[in-house]
Each structure stands twice: as C-alpha cells, then as structure tokens.
C-alpha cells in the first residue's frame, strides 16, 4: 500500500487554513485505522490525529484539539485533515498512516503499517 499525500497549500501565514489529503489509488480504506503524525524540525514524530475505522472514534493531541478534523471520504478513497487557526508551532512536515481495524485509536507508529512520504506545511508570516 502506497500512501500519496498531498496538500492544497504549503506556506500559509498565521491563523490561515490549509487541508491535507491522503489517498492511495485503488484502496478504500474500508475499516483501517488512519492516523496523521507530523514531525517538527529538531523535534520527534508526533501523533496529532487517528481515526478507527472499526467505531469511527477519533482523537486529538491536545494542541490541535478544536482546529483540526480528521475526516475520510470512502467514496472518494481519500482521508482529509482540515486545519485551521494556524500558528508557527504548526510548521513541520506532517505523514498520514493506515493501520489495521481495532477499536479506537493510538498515537503509537508501531500500530500504523503504512506511511505516506510526508508533507512540509509552513506556518509563516
């Protein structure tokens, strides 16, 4: 499985929105786990959003909570996630992953199978 992310704006400035898209041709999703992760520059991957795909729960890191929406589109095989009030702690470069069907989700990158390349968002004035 090949994940392709992408983006529909990389720089934007402060307070700004952009949304991310993940899709892999031909895959539905279906019922996996799918996770978005970012990794800061100097700093370590972190989770910031997942979604299960076996009771639709999602979760949130506390600093994205309330700005952020994970969302999929099963039609469209694509898993979106939409942010908004953009800050400068915002910037890095952000991976979406798909893991197995379970109920609920982690931030743990050893429950996701497949990675995309990742995508450099900017926060910038």
């Known amino acids: 499985l090949r994940l392709a992310a992408g983006v529909w704006g990389g720089l934007v400035q402060p307070g700004g929105s952009l949304r991310l898209s993940c899709a892999a041709a031909g895959y539905p999703f279906g019922r996996d786990t799918i996770g978005w992760f970012r990794q800061a520059p100097g700093k370590e991957r972190e989770g910031i959003a997942c979604m299960s795909g076996q009771d639709r729960s999602t979760r949130y890191t506390d600093s994205v909570k309330g700005r952020f929406t994970l969302s999929k589109n099963n039609a469209r095989e694509t898993v979106f996630l939409q942010m908004n009030s953009l800050g400068p702690d915002d910037t890095a470069v952000y991976y979406c992953?798909?893991?197995?069907?379970?109920?609920?989700?982690?931030?743990?990158?050893?429950?996701?199978?497949?990675w995309g390349k990742g995508t450099l968002v900017t926060v910038s004035s």
């Open positions: 992953a798909v893991g197995k069907t379970r109920f609920g989700c982690r931030f743990v990158p050893g429950d996701y199978e497949s």
